[in-house]
């Protein structure tokens, strides 16, 4: 089956420094990918949608500027947390839709980030 | 506009008993219906999908799940539990368009040996 990786699993940083966190599709071609945030014991709640070659298009509330997405390749999206405060300390998982039979609706997810923000 | 509900944060089963994880939803037209298991710090994994066909779904790791239409209903099932099936259980709904599914709440399993 499809296989998405994320890097890294964790991170901790300082307040106001920047992380970059990879999602990359490792069989196949994404050329969409997406981005949730998880905070504990609750569900997913989707960030963002990053197109290969395009703009990212966001959710309503979720702050562009501080969530930067960027999806050079069909292989890989990345998502920097830009001058990250406590408060963006969570969960980030990543997904992309599995290729081949054509409307499978099946989501293939990474491992998931979790970002520590001191 | 398309909603899912978990109505249980927890359930709890005995090992080797079977388990229920409830799930119903709304959508307008036909549901894409989906379950998912995540393990603690690990993304989602897949376990099973309705998209059309029979309503009985047979899935991963011995579970299955049933469409039922008339009460929106998609109940995760598994006939005898494991310990090893313990883990937090999301249930989803969208279409495959936009493949921007709205998932539920999560419901935590506990298999107790």
């Known amino acids: 089956g499809a296989v998405v990786s994320q890097h890294p699993s964790w991170v901790i940083c300082k307040s106001g420094t920047s992380v970059k966190i990879e999602c990359r599709s490792l069989d196949f071609q994404a050329t969409t990918m997406f981005w949730y945030r998880q905070f504990p014991k609750q569900s997913l709640m989707l960030m963002a949608t990053?197109?290969?070659?395009?703009?990212?298009?966001?959710e309503q509330g979720v702050e562009k500027d501080k969530f930067l997405i960027n999806h050079a390749s069909l292989t890989l999206s990345t998502l920097t947390v830009t001058s990250a405060h406590p408060e963006d300390s969570s969960f980030y998982i990543c997904?992309?839709?599995?290729?081949?039979?054509?409307?499978?609706?099946?989501?293939?997810f990474g491992e998931g980030s979790r970002l520590t923000v001191l | 506009a398309q909603s899912v509900a978990q109505p249980e944060d927890q359930v709890n089963v005995a090992e080797g008993n079977p388990l229920t994880v409830k799930c119903t939803y709304s959508?307008?037209?036909?549901?894409?219906l989906f379950w998912y298991v995540q393990y603690p710090n690990r993304g989602l994994q897949f376990l099973l999908k309705y998209i059309t066909g029979d309503n009985l779904v047979k899935g991963s790791y011995g579970f299955e799940a049933e469409f039922n239409k008339s009460q929106t209903s998609f109940h995760l099932k598994k006939p005898s539990a494991l310990v090893s099936d313990s883990a937090l259980y999301f249930c989803a709904v969208g279409d495959s368009g936009t493949y921007k599914y709205i998932f539920g709440t999560g419901t935590r399993l506990k298999v107790l040996a």
């Open positions: 990053s197109n290969e070659g395009s703009k990212a298009t966001y």
């Open positions: 959508v307008s037209g036909n549901p894409y």
């Open positions: 997904s992309a839709p599995g290729m081949g039979t054509p409307d499978t609706g099946e989501l293939f």
